[in-house]
């Protein structure tokens, strides 16, 4: 069966500092890979997403990149983040079907 | 498009009634849909799906609609219970894009 991990799960970082988020999928290969951002009540943002090892597609401008070394890694990372970067961030992938995406259980980032 | 940033909307059904959770989606391109159910702290989990060439599919206690002419989905849940307590999204999705929107989401709150 196919499972997604992220890590770490809650994260409280200064104003300025890099951030770094990981997720690795396994029971799959070559899926597609998400990162989502969901503001504290709100809806589902899509950030990045990659169809492949070192392709990334970038859907919103904003001070955040993703990486993708491995075929099951996604990673999403910044040299210094914002006060509006804090937030929910889901990782997803498509399984073996690539029809319907699964959710990670999310990393809950906090810049203060 | 998106819908991020906005509020979600709040939906109050008595215990043992029917809900219906209803979704205007974007893109008529999009040729698959999918509800997500989710609870506090965690990541959304797949409820149901339906395929363009579709009308209706029915689950185990949920039903979704699709309305191509006005792109509206709905989502119907029987016998409402208090663990159906969430927040609903609707996704659409392009299969060859495989870039998957989601709706604003719609809390439901189950009174007993």
């Known amino acids: 069966s196919q499972t997604i991990h992220q890590w770490p799960a809650t994260l409280v970082q200064p104003v300025g500092s890099p951030l770094s988020l990981e997720c690795t999928v396994e029971?799959?290969?070559?899926?597609?890979l998400y990162w989502y951002r969901q503001a504290a009540g709100r809806g589902l943002q899509l950030l990045f997403y990659?169809?492949?090892?070192?392709?990334i597609s970038s859907e919103v401008p904003q001070n955040l990149s993703a990486s993708r070394p491995q075929d099951r890694q996604f990673i999403l990372s910044s040299k210094k983040l914002l006060l509006s970067d804090s937030g929910f961030y889901l990782c997803?992938?498509?399984?073996?079907?690539?029809?319907?995406?699964?959710f990670g259980e999310g990393s809950w980032l906090t810049v203060v | 498009g998106e819908s991020v940033g906005l509020h979600l909307p709040t939906l109050s059904v008595q215990e043992g009634d029917n809900s219906i959770i209803n979704c205007a989606y974007s893109?008529?391109?999009?040729?698959?849909f999918i509800w997500y159910k989710q609870e506090s702290g965690k990541g959304p989990q797949f409820i149901i799906d339906?395929?363009?060439?579709?009308d209706k599919r029915q689950g185990q206690r949920v039903t979704v609609l699709l309305n191509k002419t006005v792109k509206h989905l709905s989502l119907q849940i029987a016998a409402t219970q208090p663990g159906d307590s969430a927040v609903y999204f609707c996704?659409?999705?392009?299969?060859?894009?495989?870039?998957?929107?989601f709706g604003t989401g719609t809390r439901l709150k189950v009174l007993a």
């Open positions: 029971g799959t290969s070559n899926p597609n």
């Open positions: 339906i395929r363009s060439n579709m």
């Open positions: 990659s169809v492949g090892i070192g392709q």
């Open positions: 893109n008529s391109a999009s040729d698959y």
């Open positions: 997803a992938h498509n399984g073996q079907t690539g029809n319907t995406i699964y």
């Open positions: 996704a659409e999705v392009n299969s060859g894009t495989y870039k998957y929107i």
